[in-house]
């Protein structure tokens, strides 16, 4: 079984900045690509930043700028530093990670979420 635990969330007055981390732990044989999404109260989940094994980054036209993702393959680890936060970026924010479980087998893998709040 793999999890992902993120961490880093709170409540931050728009113009702040937070650090969210996501760590992936089990039975892992290596992680392809890993990213973030958010989910606001009443809206569908969201993109925000995906970056592969080798650094291929993509983000959401609303967080460029803004937002840096960035990962440690040795910790199956991944990060999003958020900047300039607007209230628009409240939501709760979830890891996605694309696991390798066996020779032939990869999986996606959510976390539970971390709420990020934005006050205006």
């Known amino acids: 079984q793999v999890q992902l635990v993120e961490s880093g969330g709170g409540l931050v007055q728009a113009g702040g900045s937070l650090r969210l981390s996501c760590a992936a732990s089990?039975?892992?044989?290596?992680?392809?690509?890993m990213g973030w999404y958010r989910q606001a109260p009443g809206k569908q989940r969201e993109l925000v930043a995906t970056?592969?094994?080798?650094?291929?980054?993509n983000y959401a036209d609303s967080v460029k700028g803004r937002f840096t993702i960035s990962r440690d393959n040795a910790k199956n680890a991944v990060y999003l530093q958020t900047n300039s936060l607007k209230p628009e970026d409240t939501a709760v924010y979830y890891c996605?990670?694309?696991?390798?479980?066996?020779?032939?087998?990869?999986?996606?893998?959510w976390g539970q979420g971390t709420q990020v709040t934005v006050s205006s």
């Open positions: 970056i592969t094994y080798g650094g291929v980054i």
């Open positions: 996605k990670a694309n696991v390798r479980v066996s020779i032939l087998e990869f999986r996606d893998y």
């Open positions: 089990g039975r892992i044989f290596s992680i392809g690509a």
